[in-house]
C-alpha cells in the first residue's frame, strides 16, 4: 500500500494529530505522481545508471583512506591498553616476593627488611643460599633479577633476564615513578615492626597514641589509624597496614611471651 495512502489511513484511525501526521503532511514526495518502474522515465533512468562508468579508482582511494583510518585507530586503542595493563605502581611495598624460577607457583620467600623497592631487594636471599636454582648456578649464585607487580600491588621478582617477563607472566612491569614513594612505605613498616617488638605487650591506647607520633614525624600525617576492640585476654597491640588507602590498623593481640 502506497505510504501516503497509508499515512491517511493512519490520521483517520487515531483522529488526532501525532508525529507520524506531521511527517506525512510534510512529505516533499507525491506518490501517486511518481512514474511507474515500466515508463518511459524509469527505463530512461536506468539506463543512464547503468551506462554509467564506475570510478573505481576513487572508490578504491577512498575505501582504503577508510581502511587506515580504521587500524590507525584500532593502533591507538591497543597502545593506550597496552601501556595501562604493561605499567602499575607498587601499592603495597610491604609485601615484596622472591621467586626461585619463572613460574608464580615455584617456591617463594619473602624479604622483610630495607626500603629498596627493586628487584636488587632480592639479592640477598639468592647470596645466602635461601633461594636456589641450578639453572642460573650453583648455591650462592645470584641471578638476573626482574621485578614486577602483582594485582595486589606489590612486588614479585623473579630470576630473568627476560624484559618481558612480566607480561609472559600476566603481571605489570614496575612504574618507576612509585618506586620512591614505594621505599618511604616500606621504611615505615619497619620502623612499626621496630615499635611493636620493643616490648612484649604495647597497650592498646599507648600504641594508637605512639604511631601517631611516627606517622607524623615520617611524613604520613594523611594517614588513618583504625584501632579494633580488644578483649581480657587481647590487650597488647599489633598492626596491619594497607599502603594503597594509607590506613594502619592497630589489632589487639595476646601477650607476647616472655
Known sequence: MPHRRHCEGVAAMNR?????????????????????HDSPQAQRLLAEITAAPRNSRHTSSRRRRIATAIAVGIAAVATFGAAWIV?????????IVCYQSIDLNSDRVGVGYGNDVT????????????????????TGSTPPLVACVS??????????????????????????????????????????????????????????DDIRSILDAGGFA???????????????????????STTIYIIAVPRLSP
Open 119 to 138: 628487584a636488587a631487594a632480592c639479592a640477598r636471599a639468592w647470596a645466602d643460599g635461601t633461594l636456589t636454582n641450578p639453572e642460573f648456578g650453583p
Open 222 to 244: 594523611d594517614w588513618t589509624i583504625v584501632e579494633t576492640q580488644g578483649a581480657p585476654d587481647r590487650t597488647c597491640g599489633s598492626f596491619s597496614m594497607d599502603a594503597e
Open 151 to 208: 594485582d595486589v600491588g606489590s612486588l614479585a621478582v623473579f630470576p630473568s633476564n627476560d624484559p618481558n617477563v612480566c607480561q609472559d607472566l600476566g603481571l605489570a612491569d614496575v612504574d618507576p615513578s612509585s618506586v620512591p614513594g614505594a621505599g618511604a612505605v616500606r621504611s615505615l613498616n619497619d620502623n612499626l615492626v621496630d615499635y611493636f617488638l620493643s616490648d612484649s605487650c604495647i597497650p592498646l591506647p599507648r600504641a594508637t
Open 87 to 95: 605499567t602499575r605502581p607498587v601499592t603495597q611495598p610491604q609485601n
Open 16 to 36: 488526532r494529530s501525532d508525529a507520524f501526521d506531521e511527517l506525512c503532511r510534510h512529505d516533499p514526495i507525491d506518490e501517486f505522481a511518481l512514474p511507474s
